[in-house]
């Protein structure tokens, strides 16, 4: 018998005239015992572990990489073996390959199993072994998972022994951020760039010498970071949810979310760490049922927090499907695996570590959500979402035969019930009834003809008619066996006697989803078909939907004076900045709705008087809000702020063009939850010394385990951003703000200095810490600025810093741009990270 060759399914996903990665055959190293780690940036971001053995790469997919920590193991699922020239590839895997995106050689070096322990081990399902690499060392293990149902791979955990090289936190994963192979990062793997470590042309000395300064570098941005603060918020419990109204139309406009309308059953997962519950709108716990999408959840190792979503079965051509999601059920608790194909579309977040998170604009919970599953990878997805143009999107759907889209209010808060702030507009009709009959079948075999439909209509029963299609052989068979025990002699309400003859009689417990063309004038459905049970819904819920018209969207404030010129560089005008805000107000709101703001208005444009406001006047009108501050003085002032668009337009019909806010919301205002240093440069610096004193503090903010993030303020610097949970108190906050800052001058007092003398800043760039006092301000982002030509204080990721020449790349005439940008990948979660200030 020919011995089956293990790169057969290597070679068999791959088509080599189009992949740049190696074809397979068998060799083996020098070493004969390599390993090496790849980042890769696929349909979701995870790292492949890969371990030579009998002349093959043993391969898993980690899903949130290695990390360090004994406590805290790691899913691998296993995958194809790689053969060992895979060993030195990096690059880009073109979209539409198997496993399409970006790979990093993030780690390699030798392994070998513990003295008494053997490679051999891993049939068995147990390695233990010992990895000597540029980033991961020590002892590891290789526990095989039991499957479950029909799980096709096999299902790893991969975890550190508690050694010298074990350490509390997720350094590596956070901290290691280069290839060992060319010192590149992602980003510029991906654009192909040179970086400023690059192996490639050199040989003998000249390589040694390079190498040895990527490793330095790469030691450099992989310090570890301090303890962490613990988690003491409990699981969350169950919370009613919002609900959409059904419509006739597509509500246009920027202030409308649009979602895919997924096909499946409404879910609300509570997540603590490793404990997980999945449940049903109605609150039923149906964590078993959905047992390998919890296994994926608590893979995450999340903090407290409650996510709102929808949970689909794929059909085999990967689409949402309804029938099958029903069939995977109906094996009964723990009997799904990962086979059937599950997952979980995240739409929506509720609360983090005991965090209430349902007053904040829609748009903002969004962002804290893609923030909190950054690490997350299929099965479970954050629902993408566009803003404006819900239309051409409700026409891909219908075309593609799913169900339709829902949109919702950027700037509305989560309401447990159901409102027009959540909109669902539908492709074809699909409703629940009560199956409350149903008729004999003359087919041999079949148990029944058509089950007789009602909904609840004020306190009884209304009769809507038959289903006659729709139904399988398993599926005649399931609901005849859930039908016996429900028979009864009487009927539960009138019905027609032409439509009663024959009929059997149910109790009015079940309740049926079921697609039909209309409704006729008698309100029967017509054309209708079965689409499933829905165990999740009770029979006493089940009320007709009636699609509500839609009004043509009205302005909430009007612009008067709308051809003003206020930026006359290019005749800019008042009508042209309001169109502006009304297009940017999605990406704005989750940074400024609901922070106390200071405007800068300029009645007359920017050429002419311009003045600072933070109090309130009175003469804003309704969609501008005020909360009362205590100041210095110990009387309290009422300071500015808004919740949507409307806010931001009604400041812009006042003569306002830019946002400053506090560090600290509206609700709390004596709990900061960002950090800003604001890099100001002294005339003739160039910009590059501020792109790299940014980057410096980025890496300096590293070293401390923190995120931070990079905005082009629309002037002459960068600010470097630093979201925060609210868990210390402004001494404390301006405390951290400021040694950091002087400790940086201290560090190079060449470049830097951290006061505000006019003289000491000769030469130097300026870390403005003063904006992290009580009370002080900073540009928020997207806010225009009263400077020549428009510019707009704009996020941006700190792999594309370097392609910025100046701090004002965009202006207010590039909204549909910077929208579009906001909306992302490479922005998603831009400024939102759940992180305490470290104890220094």
């Not at 990093?104 to 068995?124: C, H, I, N």
Request: with cysteine; hydrophobic share 40%; charged share 30%.
């Amino acid at each position: 018998m020919t011995k089956r060759n293990p790169l057969e399914t290597y070679n068999a996903k791959r088509d080599f005239a189009r992949t740049t990665e190696p074809s397979g055959k068998l060799e083996s190293s020098k070493t004969g015992n390599l390993f090496i780690v790849q980042k890769h940036d696929a349909t979701r971001l995870h790292w492949d572990f890969r371990i030579e053995v009998d002349g093959v790469m043993k391969s898993w997919a980690v899903t949130r990489g290695p990390s360090p920590d004994p406590n805290d193991k790691r899913l691998a699922v296993q995958t194809e073996d790689h053969p060992l020239s895979y060993a030195e590839f990096e690059g880009t895997i073109p979209e539409g390959e198997y496993g399409g995106g970006t790979v990093m050689l993030w780690d390699r070096g030798t392994w070998a199993p513990v003295e008494g322990k053997s490679a051999r081990d891993l049939e068995k399902g147990h390695l233990h072994f010992r990895l000597d690499g540029e980033r991961m060392n020590g002892e590891w293990l290789l526990i095989r998972l039991k499957k479950r149902g029909n799980e096709k791979r096999d299902n790893w955990l991969l975890r550190k022994i508690d050694d010298a090289f074990a350490a509390e936190g997720d350094l590596l994963v956070e901290r290691a951020l280069t290839s060992v192979l060319t010192g590149r990062t992602m980003a510029e793997i991906a654009a192909d760039k040179r970086a400023s470590h690059s192996l490639k042309g050199k040989k003998g000395s000249d390589f040694a010498a390079e190498m040895k300064a990527a490793s330095s570098h790469n030691a450099k941005v992989s310090k570890a970071p301090p303890k962490r603060k613990p988690r003491n918020a409990p699981l969350p419990a169950f919370q009613p949810l919002q609900l959409a109204t059904l419509v006739d139309g597509v509500p246009e406009g920027s202030q409308w979310l649009h979602e895919i309308k997924f096909d499946g059953y409404r879910a609300l997962i509570a997540v603590k760490g490793r404990e997980v519950r999945v449940y049903t709108r109605s609150g039923l716990d149906w964590s078993e049922k959905f047992a390998p999408l919890v296994r994926h959840l608590a893979a995450l190792d999340l903090p407290s927090c409650l996510i709102d979503g929808e949970i689909t079965a794929a059909d085999d051509d990967g689409n949402p499907d309804f029938s099958r999601l029903q069939n995977v059920l109906r094996r009964g608790h723990g009997e799904q695996g990962e086979d059937d194909a599950l997952s979980f579309h995240a739409f929506d977040v509720l609360e983090i570590e005991g965090e209430d998170l349902k007053s904040l604009p829609n748009i903002e919970r969004k962002q804290r959500l893609a923030a909190l599953l950054s690490a997350a990878s299929p099965p479970i997805h954050v629902a993408d979402h566009i803003i404006g143009g819900g239309e051409k999107l409700f026409q891909a759907m219908c075309s593609a035969g799913q169900e339709g889209i829902i949109a919702k209010r950027a700037d509305a808060p989560y309401v447990p019930k159901r409102t027009q702030n959540w909109l669902k507009v539908k492709c074809i009709l699909r409703q629940e009834f009560v199956i409350v009959g149903m008729t004999k079948s003359t087919a041999r075999n079949r148990p029944f003809a058509s089950l007789l439909l009602a909904q609840g209509e004020g306190d009884h029963l209304v009769y809507k008619g038959k289903v006659g299609t729709g139904f399988d052989a398993d599926l005649l068979d399931d609901l005849a066996a859930r039908f016996e025990p429900l028979r009864r002699e009487e009927r539960a309400l009138e019905v027609p006697k032409t439509e009663a003859r024959g009929a059997l009689w149910l109790e009015p417990t079940l309740v049926a989803e079921v697609a039909f063309a209309e409704f006729t004038g008698e309100g029967r459905v017509r054309h209708a078909s079965f689409v499933g049970l829905r165990e999740d819904k009770k029979a006493k819920d089940v009320k007709p939907e009636r699609p509500v018209h839609i009004e043509p969207p009205r302005q909430a404030v009007t612009i008067s004076n709308r051809s003003r010129v206020i930026f006359p560089e290019r005749g800019q005008t008042k009508g042209d900045l309001a169109d502006y805000y009304a297009k940017i107000a999605p990406a704005m709101l989750p940074f400024l709705a609901n922070r106390p703001v200071s405007l800068v208005r300029c009645p007359q444009g920017r050429a002419k008087q311009c003045f600072f406001q933070k109090h309130d006047s009175g003469s804003f009108g309704e969609h501008v809000h005020h909360v009362p501050i205590k100041e210095k003085d110990g009387n309290s002032e009422d300071y500015l702020h808004v919740s949507g668009e409307a806010g931001i337009l009604a400041c812009v019909q006042m003569g306002t063009i830019e946002f400053h806010g506090w560090c600290a919301k509206a609700d709390d205002v004596e709990a900061p939850d960002r950090m800003v240093f604001d890099l100001d440069p002294d005339e003739g610096l160039d910009f590059s010394d501020v792109k790299r004193a940014a980057k410096d503090i980025r890496d300096r903010l590293s070293d401390l385990g923190l995120v931070s993030f990079a905005m082009l303020s629309g002037g002459k610097g960068i600010h470097v951003v630093l979201p925060l949970r609210r868990d210390h108190t402004w001494e404390a906050h301006a405390s951290f703000a400021e040694r950091f800052a002087k400790a940086l001058a201290l560090s190079d007092p060449e470049r830097y200095v951290a006061t505000m003398s006019k003289a000491k800043r000769k030469g130097r760039i300026f870390i403005d810490w003063l904006r992290n006092q009580r009370g002080s301000t900073a540009v928020m982002p997207y806010s225009a600025r009263a400077r020549e030509n428009a510019p707009v204080a704009t996020p941006i990721d700190w792999g594309e810093l370097d392609d910025f020449e100046s701090a004002h790349a965009f202006t207010i005439a590039g909204a549909e741009a910077l929208l579009k940008r906001s909306e992302s990948k490479l922005l998603r979660g831009w400024g939102m990270a759940e992180q305490s200030l470290p104890d220094v």
